[in-house]
């Protein structure tokens, strides 16, 4: 078989096609460009998904006349010099490819010019041929046109989406640089739409406000500035009540490059962990600044994805960052007040002056610890409570200065009980019973593989586990808090919601939350007055009591304002 070197117009499509995947990454180019360029106003207008028109608009320093037709040449750029400057890039754009791979697939008009430089200059190319070159009036900065985007690449057209989804993959885009870039004022228009435009203060709280609207950005929390291990971290973050079903609100940017990195976007994660249920992720804007020579962004065409020299301390960076101020600020869980006042006044037979009411009262199972005015309250994390009543056997109400409160009592005693699992696990003390009767089990293939690949952890924790056989294990000795149990069911139980719970990412988590949701007091059970203060006192003394371990909320909040307006007081 020939063996033959490509001509020129091939190798633009292959370059194109490593570069711009679809109309976003234009954007992203022209975008990243912008800013290199200083500007600090930067207008976006897209037609047709991007396919009819793409324009991008700055007042950044322009690019000199008698450099423009050279910028549409391949590696041609202004940004490094030599191989070395590769290794300290401080820029967005740095290898010349964008412009000679966007021009080689469409029609680009581009006006620019310096500052106090006359004239401008215009250029026009399509597919990478230069149609026509002439001095231009025009503003300050650079106006880019692109039209016909594939036009001469049917292939690569065919395969993108509809106009929604491009202008989508659009928004997603500049939206994330404006988030990472506060200090830049950044509009989107898709077609006759203006799509947000954010005000260039410097605030990331003004940018989120912008793109996420204002009943959102007042649940996010300022990082402040963090400086660590060599890291600066500033950024915003959403408190645990404020989430979402999936973790695309994550915003990460290294030195105020916008990338995607799964180590950092972990991290982040990680930091809410015990604060979110299963399936929530939160919001996050999370800027990293960090010596350019320990970050490796030349590993991806599109320069999406960046490589660290040191990634275990840029983890223990973001963790650090994020985790106290997520504790420091966590919020009692707020329950919506939705009562349907048709129905109530159906059910009840209120008299013109209030008496005689009649109205379906809930099964309560009823208390008389306030006879003497004792009171239950937690003095430190928690709101002063008064607990007053068990409810159907499943929650506590009580109430305090702010509001009406109900604890579930099972998730308070699994996140009692787990964090106790934990520090036995930390000071390696583990409170087992020796079994007289060791337990023969006859596990599956799934259980086999889990207690195999754990054993040693399911040891630390009191529960010894040995092979017995090619698919038997024996069971010598249990925590103290099983015991009692039917340790049968036990056993089979804490496997099954281990492998129920992989969003605890940590074994020794995720086995301690297990074993907690397993022997918490459940619903159903009866609660003495004694049981449930030395209940509260271990919640108080938890270092998060506001959710169990798998993130679910310990107890919820009716601030007495919303009942007010409900009762039309306010």
């Not at 995947?21 to 106003?41: G, T, Y």
């Not at 036009?151 to 989508?168: D, G, Q």
């Not at 007040?337 to 809930?362: C, H, M, V, W």
């Not at 007091?521 to 030395?534: D, H, N, W, Y």
């Amino acid at each position: 078989m020939e063996i033959k070197l490509l001509n020129k117009d091939t190798v633009s499509k292959i370059a194109a096609g490593e570069v711009i995947e679809r109309p976003a990454s234009v954007v992203k180019e022209l975008l990243e460009n912008a800013i290199d360029a200083m500007a600090k106003n930067i207008s976006i207008t897209i037609t047709d998904g991007g396919i009819g028109l793409i324009q991008v608009v700055d007042d950044g320093v322009g690019i000199p006349s008698r450099y423009l037709r050279l910028a549409f040449e391949r590696h041609a750029t202004s940004k490094i010099t030599t191989a070395t400057d590769l290794e300290s890039v401080d820029t967005l754009g740095f290898r010349g490819e964008a412009l000679p791979s966007i021009s080689s697939i469409a029609t680009v008009d581009v006006k620019t010019k310096e500052k106090n430089v006359l004239p401008g200059r215009y250029i026009q190319l399509k597919h990478g041929t230069v149609i026509h070159e002439s001095d231009a009036g025009c503003p300050d900065g650079t106006n880019f046109i692109v039209k016909e985007l594939f036009s001469n690449v049917p292939a690569r057209k065919k395969f993108l989406k509809s106009i929604v989804t491009e202008n989508s993959r659009i928004t997603e885009v500049v939206s994330r640089i404006a988030l990472v870039r506060p200090d830049i004022s950044i509009a989107l228009k898709l077609g006759k739409l203006t799509k947000f435009t954010t005000p260039g203060t410097g605030s990331f709280l003004d940018a989120f406000i912008a793109i996420y609207g204002v009943s959102v950005a007042e649940k996010m929390i300022d990082l402040q500035e963090y400086d660590g291990l060599g890291v600066k971290i500033q950024g915003i973050i959403s408190s645990p009540e404020c989430n979402k079903p999936s973790r695309n609100h994550i915003t990460i940017s290294v030195n105020n490059r916008w990338i995607s990195n799964i180590a950092i976007r972990y991290a982040i994660e990680e930091a809410y962990h015990g604060l979110l249920m299963k399936g929530q992720f939160p919001l996050a804007v999370v800027l990293l600044t960090i010596d350019p020579s320990l970050v490796d962004v030349n590993v991806h065409p599109a320069k999406r994805e960046v490589r660290f020299k040191e990634e275990s301390k840029i983890y223990s960076s973001v963790q650090r960052s994020i985790r106290p101020k997520l504790l420091q600020t966590s919020k009692i869980v707020e329950m919506p007040i939705n009562f349907d006042t048709e129905y109530l006044s159906k059910k009840s037979r209120i008299g013109k002056s209030g008496d005689n009411i009649r109205q379906a009262q809930p099964r309560m199972e009823e208390y008389s610890f306030i006879k003497d005015n004792t009171s239950l309250s937690f003095k430190q994390r928690l709101p002063k409570i008064e607990v007053i009543k068990q409810i159907n056997k499943k929650f506590l109400l009580g109430v305090g200065e702010d509001g009406v409160y109900l604890l579930d009592q099972h998730a308070v005693h699994e996140r009692i009980r787990f964090e106790e699992l934990m520090k036995q696990y930390s000071t390696k003390r583990n409170d087992k019973q020796t079994l007289l009767d060791p337990l023969v089990l006859d596990l599956g293939p799934e259980e086999k593989e889990l207690i195999e690949s754990k054993i040693e952890l399911f040891n630390q924790f009191g529960l010894e586990i040995e092979l017995f056989g090619k698919d038997t294990f024996v069971v010598r000795s249990v925590p103290i808090f099983l015991q009692n149990t039917d340790l049968r069911t036990s056993v089979f139980d804490i496997l099954n919601i281990y492998k129920d719970s992989p969003q605890i990412t940590k074994s020794e988590e995720r086995l301690a939350a297990s074993m907690a949701c397993h022997s918490s007091i459940r619903a159903g059970m009866t609660l003495s007055f004694e049981e449930i203060k030395v209940l509260l006192e271990n919640l108080q003394n938890c270092e998060n009591p506001k959710t169990c371990a798998h993130g679910r909320p310990t107890l919820i909040a009716m601030p007495y304002q919303d009942i007010e307006v409900k009762f039309g007081r306010c």
